[in-house]
């Protein structure tokens, strides 16, 4: 039933992420479900969203137009891959719709499009939109501030085996927000993918870890080792919802607000 509730659209409909924000806008009293997308000859198009999940009607059918469905809608919901969601940030901007933005993986290219499509409309993005992840990006600054370059900064992630890529948005933000604590380009000293003989660390790097397996969710450590001690921050989701949760108060968060790039330390109000 059509209400004034905002209305949102989830691209990826039939994805780990796209099946619970679907639930998650299912059960809420502060907006709608108007779209469902996936790709055209997914064989849920034409389906009811609901149905296709293994429940009940949820009233709104599997499309794979995505302009017409964000004309209708104020938010697009969006976990898909670095593709669509360069596509669908232009298309966003079109109908200005929020376009909320969990898509991992996004190459510098593609990151210059949103860039270009947040000049028409609002755009939040983040590798991860938990809480407790933003909050570990905010200490993760101020550690990397505090200690210097005697403390070897490594980054270290966890996730189940249908990921596809590495760093995890998750882990290239922890880095970002090293990097920028310790006033340096993460570009200048990021070490990804050791490898045989390596040599000794260079001191100054940020190293990055990636493992792979089973069903875990999400689990980041920040490593400061230094001599005699070693501090660790850690993150451990062991529930998607809390990534639907952010999105959908970011998607939410963003209707009042003036066309541009955000994150959820925006969302959140974490700025210091
Ligand atoms: N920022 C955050 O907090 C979080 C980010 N993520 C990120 O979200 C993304 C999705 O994760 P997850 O849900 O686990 O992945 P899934 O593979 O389960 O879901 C992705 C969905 O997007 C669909 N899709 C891809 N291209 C298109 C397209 N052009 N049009 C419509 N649908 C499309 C896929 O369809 P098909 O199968 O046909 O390709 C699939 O249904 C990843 O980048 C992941 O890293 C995940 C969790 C939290
Ligand atoms: O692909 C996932 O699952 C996740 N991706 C995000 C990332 O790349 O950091 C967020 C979360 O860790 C789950």
């Given amino acids: 039933m ?3 509730l905002p209305g949102i659209v989830v691209t990826g409909a039939s994805g780990r992420m796209g099946q619970m924000l679907i639930r998650m806008i299912g059960d809420s009293d502060k907006m709608q479900l108007t779209g469902a997308l996936e790709r055209p000859g997914h064989d849920w198009i034409g389906r009811d969203v609901g149905e296709a999940m293994g429940g009940a009607a949820a009233g709104v059918l599997v499309e794979d137009d995505p302009l017409e469905a964000f004309a209708r809608a104020q938010a697009v919901v969006d976990f898909t891959s670095p593709a669509a969601t360069v596509e669908f940030a232009g298309l966003a901007a079109q109908a200005r719709a929020v376009h909320v933005i969990g898509t991992t993986g996004l190459a510098p290219e ?5 860039k270009h499509a947040a000049h028409h409309a609002v755009i939040v993005r983040a590798g991860n939109m938990s809480l407790g992840v933003n909050l570990l990006v905010q200490l993760t600054k101020r550690v990397a501030a505090a200690l210097d370059e005697e403390f070897d900064i490594e980054v270290v992630e966890a996730h189940h085996n249908r990921k596809v890529d590495a760093p995890s948005g998750t882990a290239l933000m922890l880095g970002e927000a090293a990097a920028e604590g310790r006033g340096v380009s993460l570009e200048d000293v990021s070490d990804r993918g050791r490898d045989g003989i ?8 940020i190293g990055f870890s990636a493992i792979r397996g089973g069903d875990v969710v999400g689990e980041h450590d920040v490593i400061f080792a230094g001599p005699g001690e070693r501090l660790v921050l850690r993150h451990l989701a062991s529930d998607r919802s809390l990534f639907a949760r952010g999105a959908l108060r970011a998607a939410l968060w963003g209707q009042d607000k003036t066309p541009g790039e955000y994150d959820m330390i925006d969302v959140l109000g974490l700025n210091d």
């Fill in 2 to 4: 059509m209400t004034d």
């Fill in 110 to 114: 593609d990151l210059e499009a949103i």
């Fill in 198 to 205: 390596t040599g000794a660390r260079k001191k100054g790097d």
